[in-house]
């Protein structure tokens, strides 16, 4: 039955004679050489038996899943008989399972065919242990084999088992063909024992042959469940039962594959096939992502980097705490798991180099064993294999670890900017803040790609010099010094990018703060005409910003030269020193180094790279550490005790308070207050008295010098200048708390809200702009003031919040909003106006930082002074208005003392009548007038919203935007030249590569073509100039790249000041600022190399096809499908990639608004105690920015594997074919280009 069975059943069969039909035949594999090659033979059994162990590897971790999944399933199976069970499907869905017939008899099926499969098994292995006790010769192999498939049945039955769990409508590929292709086995076997029992009767009747017999049914219903696929379980969906996995994840219940998928699926990376299918069908949408597992989201690995960064500060108090070592304490388990696949790739990529001089050498006629040319081939191919896989999981495993550090870095920088001290703030600019997080954050994270090449660089070097001490002899010291040298040469370039790139990033970081502060003021620019003016200074600092850029990518240019020549150089000395030492090079050996060198020119070129992103890294690292390390509000400042513990609400003792601690001049001094629950405390004084800084040192908002602030119960915030989130009116006033639509209702009423949300034209649900911009100053105080009283607060603390509305308006609110709706509630107000002190329980006056008096109204008039003057300054400001809004009758002191109840009264009266006029004109319409005016009101209501979500372009990118990009600068004249230079430098490439091969001597004996001096002069030539076109093509796309990004730039800035204010009033700041600060970076210092690797890649592209087309021809009956394929592969991915990268875009921008809007409000925030809601929102953006990122990098690497192995197998039919073809009809000289 099996693989072993039919081996020997052809084998059996094969050397059959009539002469020995009456012979029984020998069941071993021995007598299989008579029918079958030995190598075809032996190549079989090796082929079966590795196909065997390595489904078993991919499925290993399987068996223990669904052995733990069968367990439980035994355990419930007791209390719940019934085949329908409830059960979450693979897209996240809730419903009820039905698990069919067919389901079961597949399964039974399996384990059916496993047990037959041991029982046979079981007497092969004592028949060969028979033979070993009777001293016969054991063939192992062949219990070796049957056991190998035995327990690859055992595997994929428990596979199949696992279906159930998965709630998967069809059976894994993997499962499938493997019944498939046991059922055809099965077949070709009866067909073998059916003719062996036709010539030999029942001699021929083993073990195998009733197995087979007795399977073949089973396997026939597994080969129609094969080919149809479906498992017999269905998924009753209900959505009633569908619940989110977070709060603000509804929309979205998957959770990626990745988490979970087997060996197989993440080598290949097939995991992913689903959402690309998607890709390829529609344009992706970020609900199409699946979410990140719980691993690799912001919050859990926020939570490690924090915990050991707060260690670290503990252990090093007297010195500064390393983040780079917080780093790597937090990530080492990734970056250790990582570095497996980097040094098993740096281990095989040198296999290649390392056999090819055994390969030119049975080119050339040297064989040492039979089929070594085979041989070689194959190891040729499975180190190619092996080097492709472990360079995907390599570079997404970096890439992973790079997200995570930029998450967790981001999250850190988020709330160390909401607990940021007032002083701390002062020399941190919020443009700095949001540089830290979009360019200094993102630099440490790329930095993952280089951590392995600290210790791969001495590794690289060590494997380079043992190969080139087997090929060129003693002569490979000097390519240690050779080398040694050109990584000397660095020390100076990276010192001159690192001062560069402080330069660089000091001009960025001025640049950011000012276009901030613009932004932030764009409506006073306007309003004055001040727009070209500060255009123009801007320009001016992105003048010297540029100015940096041009030297730190001019200079990069240098660099690319120095060490593509580096290689050369060492290649070069090692040849010179083997010349002058009399060693003798051949075509192997010269091909050997010459392919060693090309593997070490990789490491030596990034050295370069690697020394300037140090030192990148290192200025990042020490400019988001000291940021970390600032000083934070102090949390001892107040003392809160839970609500109800104390009748007094808020007492300060000795109060000491300066917003600079080391100033002699404290802010306030002598603070000495108690308030008892449920008063209502006015704070009062002339301008810069400390009445803010008062309710500052309530909140704890300033540092405490000496005393004691006591404050019972929670309290709520409201700031003079208000504080507006971006988003819809109804999300502002709850803030965070649930709906309670009473409640609601009343806030709005006592906040004068209900006729605003009238002429709003989406009411409550109309988007606020940023910073509120379409809400006039009134308006957004009210916003305030609803958002403190809908939060129930047990103190609310108001900072002048009547200052910003008319009296009319200020009158209605004082007596509905602290009156009415704060009666019970303890109220501290700062108030310039004077009306409403008289309702107050305790009046502070300020002076200077003291509180010079304080008691009740009538006592502070009686007492005189500093309070008198105060109301004596505000009456005469009254009179001095031309206001008619009291009449002469009414003295001063009643105006004084009842100013509220009169400006309400008179307000009111006002306010009714221009309410019953509207009325009266509203009714008095005709009914036409009236249907008009409703078509009127609901027309409004479907207006857009102010702000809406940022456009995302979809489909293929236009032409015309590469186009455009290319003539940005100097009108494109710069591309041909461009692809001139990589096309001279490959060409020379493969010159000097066609030069070593034809003049040195094929074998050991052969006469050379040319002197060894000739021979190093030409190669050295030849090398020199291609390295001396890749600095032209260098310098050249350096030039390209500065000119595009500066015209950009320009284009960009100019655009944004000549907008109209109602560009600025619906477009968030974040978006403007994503703009200039993370794609402008992406525009100077990426985009121009991703130009020119593109040309370098398809030039060298086409230089190796026209390489391996003149070598062997045939080549391309395999090359032209497998172009097709590649170009169906890419337009397949590009479907998917395209959208994954713009929906990564679009999520960076509400990262960086959340970011800049909350620093900028993180006292309300403060206030309110909303630090952790604030923070748990910033973990959210971050991973829905994540989510696509994470797919666009794996969809980079599920290409680029495709890809690879789509070379690697053009790669192994060329080798095969050199091997098939006979000795000398190929150019030995053409032939050795191939490596």
Known sequence: MGFTHLLNSIATHSSSSPASAGQQPHFS???????????????????????????????????LVCVGRTRFLKDDSVGNSSPIRRSISGDGEVGDVVVGTGFKFSVCCCFYVLLVQVVVLGFDGFGLIREAVDGKVVVWSVIALAAAQGLAWFVLSFLALHCKFKVLEKFPLLLRVWWFISFVICICTLYVDGKSLLVYGSNHLTSHVVANFVVTPALAFLCFVAIRGATGIELYRNSNLQEPLLEEEAGCLKVTPYTDAGLFSLAILSWLNPLLSIGAKRPLELKDIPLLAPKDRSKTNYKVLNSNWEKMKAENLSKQPSLAWAILRSFWKEAAGNAVFALLNTLVSYVGPYMISYFVDYLGGKETFPHEGYVLAGIFFVSKLLETLTTRQWYLGVDILGMHVRSALTAMVYRKGLKLSSLAKQ????????????????????????????WMLPLQIILALAILYKNVGIASVATLVATIISIIVTVPLAKVQEDYQDKLMAAKDERMRK????????????????????????????????????KALYSQAFITFIFWSSPIFVAAVTFATSILLGAELTAGSVLSALATFRILQEPLRNFPDLVSMMAQTKVSLDRLSGFLQEEELQEDATIVLPRGMS????????????????????????????????????????????????????????????????????????????????????????????????????????????????????????????????????????????????????????????????????????????????????????THQVEFLPTADLILVLKEGHIIQ?????????????????????????????????????????????????????????????????????????????????????????????????????????????????????????????????????????????????????????????????????????????????????????TFGLAAAQKLFLNMLRSVFRAPMSFFDSTPAGRILNRVSIDQSVVDLDIPFRLGGFASTTIQLLGIVGVMTEVTWQVLLLVIPMAAACLWMQKYYMASSRELVRIVSIQKSPVIHLFGESIAGAATIRGFGQEKRFMKRNL????????????????????????????????????????SFPHGSIDPRSRDMVF
Request: glycine fraction near 6%; charge should be neutral; aromatic fraction near 10%.
């Open 29 to 63: 594999l021995v007598g299989t050489t008579q029918g079958l090659p030995i190598l075809e033979l032996s190549s079989i059994c090796i082929d079966l038996t590795l196909l065997l162990v390595f489904l078993f590897t991919i499925s290993a971790r399987k068996i």
């Open 427 to 454: 020399s941190h600019t919020s443009g700095e803040i949001v540089n830290y997080m979009a360019v200094d954050v993102q630099r440490v994270g790329d930095y993952s790609w280089y951590l392995h090449d600290i």
């Open 515 to 550: 276009t901030s502060e613009c932004l932030r003021n764009m409506r006073i620019l306007k309003l004055q005409a001040w727009e070209e003016r500060y255009r123009v200074k801007l320009e001016e600092m992105r003048d010297v910003e540029f100015k940096w850029l041009r």
């Open 647 to 830: 009748k007094v609400a808020i007492e300060i003792k000795d109060g000491v308070f300066c917003w600079d601690p080391s100033s002699s001049r404290p802010t306030l001094s002598g603070i000495q207050m108690k308030v008892e629950s449920g008063m209502r405390v006015a704070v009062c004084g002339m301008v810069g008295s400390g009445k803010s800084s008062f309710l500052s040192c309530i909140l704890g908002e300033i540092p405490k010098i000496s005393g004691e602030v006591r404050v019972c119960g929670n309290a709520a915030y409201v700031s003079q200048s208000a504080w507006i989130q971006s988003g819809n009116i109804e999300e502002n006033i709850l803030f965070g708390s649930p709906m309670d639509k009473a409640k609601y209702k009343k806030v709005v009423h006592a906040c004068s809200l209900k006729k605003d949300f009238e002429l709003f034209s989406h009411g409550d649900q109309t988007i606020i702009g940023d910073r509120g911009i379409n809400l006039s100053g009134g308006q957004k105080q009210r916003v305030q003031l609803a958002r403190a009283l809908y939060q129930d607060a047990d103190i609310y603390l108001l900072d002048d919040p009547f200052s910003a509305v008319d009296a009319h308006t200020g009158s209605e609110l004082f007596k509905e909003y602290i009156m009415t709706a704060l009666a019970n509630k303890t109220v501290v107000f700062v």
């Open 854 to 1038: 304080a008691g009740k109204y009538d006592e502070l008039l009686q007492a005189g002074t500093d309070f008198n003057a105060l109301v004596s300054a505000h009456h005469e400001a009254i009179e001095a208005m031309d206001i008619p809004s009291f009449s002469s009758e009414e003295s001063d002191e009643n105006l004084l003392l009842d100013g509220p109840a009169i400006l309400n009264k008179k307000c009111d009266s006002a306010g009714n009548n221009i309410d019953s006029l509207a009325k009266e004109v509203e009714d008095g319409a005709s009914a036409s007038d009236q249907k008009a005016i409703k078509e009127k009101k609901k027309a409004k209501r479907r207006k857009k919203q102010l702000v809406q979500e940022e456009e995302r372009v979809k489909g293929r990118v236009s032409m015309k935007v590469y186009l455009s990009y290319m003539a940005a600068a100097y009108k494109g004249l710069l591309i041909p030249l461009i692809v001139l230079a990589q096309t001279l430098f490959q060409f020379l490439q493969i010159a000097s590569n066609w030069w070593m091969a034809w003049a040195n001597p094929q074998t050991e004996g052969d006469e050379a073509k040319v002197s060894p001096m000739v021979l190093l002069v030409v190669y050295m030539a030849l090398a020199f100039g291609s390295s001396w076109f890749i600095f032209v093509r260098a310098v050249l796309v350096a």
């Open 1180 to 1219: 959210y953006l971050l991973d829905c920015f994540a989510r696509p990122f994470f797919c666009s990098i794996a969809a980079i690497e599920w290409l680029c594997l495709r890809m690879e192995l789509l070379s690697t197998f053009v790669f192994a039919f060329c080798m095969i074919l050199l091997v």
